[in-house]
């Protein structure tokens, strides 16, 4: 990974057009070609971004960024205070908490509780930038990604918009759409990925094991 901390501006050309005057920011260029700028406040959200696949030209006093799509970002270097690269090597992935886990194994086992008539293709689908934790396919044929939360909020719903936009570059694979599930899903998390065009659905973990409302439990 590349650090570079520099008074810049950054001007984006795509969909639309955006500009970011002169400030000091961070730029960073991840491993897999994703570059990312940065201000120091407004949490881990880049000002601006390129994902993968992309170009980056570096001009010395300038990078121009662009990517298949006809998008570019062009980075105007003023003063380049801390230049750094590090290697990070393989990550392990993130690591979900036991119920979590054994909620994605459940849900696997009887994908009918997300949707009926969906057949799965596999748990922990990889893609470049993490695997995706059920890829089934419905009865129309269509590819469906499903992201499995304990607790629904919106970082889930940006996790499942990122897989989507990675799936949708294999024309292959044809239509994707994707299913937000969780045991609860937070308002602001509906509606976002209802914004999105994704399905929503709340599970009942203890249903799921087999266990009505109603029966005895110890605790």
Same mark, same amino acid.
């Given at each position: 990974?590349?650090?570079?901390?520099?008074?810049?501006?950054?001007?984006? %050309?795509?969909?639309?057009?955006?500009?970011?005057?002169?400030?000091?920011?961070?730029?960073?260029?991840?491993?897999?070609?994703?570059?990312?700028?940065?201000?120091?406040?407004?949490?881990?959200?880049?000002?601006?971004?390129?994902?993968?696949?992309?170009?980056?030209?570096? %001009?010395?006093?300038?990078?121009? =960024?662009?990517?298949?799509?006809?998008?570019?970002?062009? /980075?105007?270097?003023?003063?380049?205070?801390?230049?750094?690269?590090?290697?990070?090597?393989?990550?392990?992935?993130?690591?979900?908490?036991?119920?979590?886990?054994?909620?994605?194994?459940?849900?696997?086992?009887?994908?009918? !509780?997300?949707?009926?008539?969906?057949?799965? /293709?596999?748990?922990?689908?990889?893609?470049? /930038?993490?695997?995706?934790?059920?890829?089934?396919?419905?009865?129309?044929?269509?590819?469906?990604?499903?992201?499995?939360?304990?607790?629904?909020?919106?970082?889930?719903?940006?996790?499942? !918009? %990122?897989?989507?936009?990675?799936?949708?570059?294999?024309?292959?694979?044809?239509?994707?759409?994707?299913?937000?599930?969780?045991? =609860?899903?937070?308002?602001?998390?509906?509606?976002?990925?209802?914004?999105?065009?994704?399905? =929503?659905?709340?599970?009942?973990?203890?249903?799921?094991?087999?266990?009505?409302?109603?029966?005895?439990?110890?605790?």
């Amino acid at each position: 990974m590349r650090l570079v901390v520099a008074r810049c501006t950054v001007d984006y %050309r795509g969909r639309l057009e955006a500009h970011l005057p002169e400030a000091v920011r961070l730029i960073m260029v991840k491993a897999d070609g994703c570059v990312a700028i940065h201000a120091d406040g407004g949490a881990y959200k880049p000002l601006n971004w390129m994902n993968a696949p992309n170009t980056l030209v570096d %001009r010395g006093d300038s990078w121009i =960024v662009s990517n298949p799509k006809g998008e570019e970002i062009t /980075i105007h270097l003023l003063d380049v205070l801390s230049d750094s690269s590090h290697a990070l090597g393989d990550d392990p992935g993130l690591q979900k908490d036991g119920v979590e886990a054994h909620l994605q194994e459940l849900l696997a086992a009887s994908v009918h !509780a997300i949707e009926i008539g969906l057949t799965l /293709i596999r748990r922990e689908y990889p893609t470049a /930038i993490g695997p995706i934790d059920i890829v089934c396919r419905d009865p129309d044929g269509h590819f469906v990604a499903i992201e499995v939360k304990r607790r629904g909020d919106i970082d889930g719903v940006e996790q499942l !918009a %990122r897989y989507i936009e990675r799936l949708r570059l294999d024309s292959s694979l044809g239509n994707v759409r994707g299913v937000f599930v969780a045991q =609860v899903v937070k308002p602001q998390a509906r509606v976002l990925a209802e914004a999105r065009g994704f399905r =929503v659905v709340e599970v009942n973990y203890d249903e799921l094991r087999g266990m009505r409302p109603d029966d005895l439990t110890l605790f």
